[in-house]
């Protein structure tokens, strides 16, 4: 089993910053891409970032500048740095992994659970 365990989402003032984070733990034998969805109401999902293995970055064109992925590799953990944040970043924020959990195993996507982000005065 794995399991995703997001934290961090909340309500801030336009302009304000979060920081969301995600922890993978269980049955993993390798990590690789981690990253981060989002959906508003009413819309599709959507990528907001993703980080690869070996490091490499991939942002939607609406939060470049102003969020920041990053990883810890020894505690199997995403965060996601959002500053300078729009009402229009409301939405539920999903962290995903895609893992494989023995070297036996295909990789597989796990999702967390979702944590919403309200930028709102």
């Known amino acids: 089993q794995v399991q995703l365990v997001e934290s961090g989402g909340g309500l801030v003032q336009p302009g304000g910053s979060l920081r969301l984070s995600c922890a993978a733990s269980?049955?993993?034998?390798?990590?690789?891409?981690m990253g981060w969805y989002r959906q508003a109401p009413g819309k599709q999902r959507e990528l907001v970032a993703s980080?690869?293995?070996?490091?490499?970055?991939k942002y939607a064109d609406s939060v470049k500048g102003r969020f920041t992925i990053t990883k810890d590799n020894a505690k199997n953990t995403v965060h996601l740095q959002m500053n300078s944040l729009k009402p229009d970043d409301t939405a539920v924020y999903y962290c995903?992994?895609?893992?494989?959990?023995?070297?036996?195993?295909?990789?597989?996507?796990?999702w967390g659970q979702g944590t919403q982000v309200t930028v709102s005065s």
């Open positions: 995903n992994v895609r893992l494989r959990r023995a070297y036996y195993s295909d990789s597989e996507d796990y």
């Open positions: 980080i690869t293995g070996g490091g490499d970055t």
């Open positions: 269980g049955s993993i034998f390798n990590l690789y891409d």
